[in-house]
């Protein structure tokens, strides 16, 4: 429960959601009609409907942002474990369960952490001062995790975020809302930064010392690793040892990275380490002693498991507890004892991880198809390109994107799913001369009725292969709406007629079948996207390319990077709207795909090479350079140290 002063202060940030969202949607029907977007005529026409649009859906679309703010602010709230998923490890996922993060994912969780770092740089100050009042008002313990306040700039930006996701929108137009966001969202953070600064002033709330800035090292580009105080320089500091290890424990017991289960383990541990620091001196000289080697081992691969009930984090919780109570419990303590912990340990987290590659075995043979089909794409298309060239037709473009885009495709997962040679690969890819047949005006009556009969079969292997690649809905309406307009306008228009009279038609070709069959064939075509939230978005409305990015690492030095990837390396990535220490399990053959491991939502999640490389450009993505438990427990004892002398 927290202290009343905290409570109130929690109900006041959650009230200040409704003039953030106000002053958003205020800035986004601005910012449509502002000319130094640089839009073109048409784009800017359709940007200012857009904007029209959105002021008359001023109070609808500020009620569903208020709603996303509340939700992110209230999950930052919840401890650790009440956000994890509780997906069984032991249960196989199947491919679409596993968290793919595509160029698209990838550029939402940039323009999340721009708006994010936006807030922090700008209100940096405000930030500081509000959040020492926080932690006065939180109280010491626990202490106050900075990405767990709600009002810290990225749990702000996360739950405006996550609103313009929910809308059914292009990509490019859910970046330029973001971007959008950036300005406003400061200078309404500035202010709600300082206004709840001075009520906790005024309910006499004394700040907390803070001894670092709670957002840089979560958006820092280069990734480096602070200076953390050796163990040996820690120990000549320290006027005595058995003090030292009380002092030591004390950090490493609460500390906030640490899960709460495991805080209690490492506690447990206090009295034996105790024990041996007396009789042996190496403990406190050799950071590589098998006693601080074991804590940090525990400590590292609990913060790479999801939190709560997970069955891999409880089965570590379960096999943790009993060997600590052995340590604790001996009778004689060594060196030994905890080496022999040690590897009990190491053998635990090697089965773990096989256990985890296995049931991710699935995931990879998918993943791995892909990039083979990545592989054969750029020849499919090339080879459709020069089908649509060499026949000239008039086609729309949906009708033209869904062929090069769409359909080479389904040839290409047909392909490497079947084989090259496979009758379901050469039907694939006849369809294509096959289709572009029926675009053609039927010279008789006769060529009309062999047009029709083909038809259906075809429009039905066509609607199967939309399936395949989960063409998007939206797109299959246009190219299904395309279709059928061209049809009717080839089959209902007048065809000239020979002198002699051909045959008469079949039955099945007469004109009232025409049109109750292709009715049926576009039954869902003729229905016009909609947007998933009740506002009446058009895709049209905004611009359809990206603006100009800020300037970016050379995508070069990212390229690299990705390359020299070696799996086991520990990352800190910046994924699902929020940073994380991730393990590279396995990447594909080509380098297409990068699995890793975390403690985020399902555990596992894989990337594409494009994606790692714009999170990697974006300084969202790096070799893990925190320190270990012992570290910082030694840099906080240091701090401490210091303040006191001071």
Partial sequence: MHPPAYQTHLQWLRQQAVPLAQALVEAWVRGLRDPALGLSSEEARRAGTWAVQMSEERAALTARLVAAIHASMEEASRPAAATQSTKGAGTPLSFDALTLVDEEQAERDIETSRVAQQIDLRCESEWRDLFSLACGAHGSEPSLDPPRYPAHPLVIACGVAEAVNQWAILPVQRSTLMRLSGAPACEAMGQLYRQAAQALRDAHVQPAALRARPLQAATSRTGAPEASPSLRSTHAAAPDAQQLVHQLFERMGRDPLLDESLQASIRRLEAAVCRLAAADPTLLTNEAHPTWSLINALAEHRASLPAGTDPRSTDFDQFVQPLVERIASAPQTNAEVFADALSQVQDFIAQDDAHEFERLAEQRDALSQAEREQVLLPLLRQQVEQQLGM??????EPLRQFF????????A???VAEGTDSAE???AVSLVDELLDTLQ???????RGQMLRRLPPLIDQLKRGMALIDWPEAKRQATLD???SSHERLLFSPVPLPDVAPPPPPPAASTDWLESDLNGLFEHASDRWKPSAPLDTNVGMLPTVPMALDAEVSGADATRWTQQLKVDTRCKLFIQGRWTTARLTWRSDNGQFYMFS????????????????????????????DPNLLQRALKGWMEDSQADGA
């Fill in 404 to 411: 090069v885009e769409g359909w080479t495709q389904v040839m």
């Fill in 391 to 396: 026949r000239r037709l008039a086609m729309p």
């Fill in 441 to 447: 005006r039927p010279a008789d009556e006769r060529s």
């Fill in 598 to 625: 975390s403690n985020l939502s399902g555990g596992s999640h894989s990337l594409t090479q494009r994606a790692l490389q714009r999170l990697r450009a974006e300084g969202l993505a790096t070799e893990l350079s």
């Fill in 482 to 484: 395309a279709l059928m």
């Fill in 413 to 415: 997962r047909t392909m």
């Fill in 425 to 427: 690969s050469q039907a």
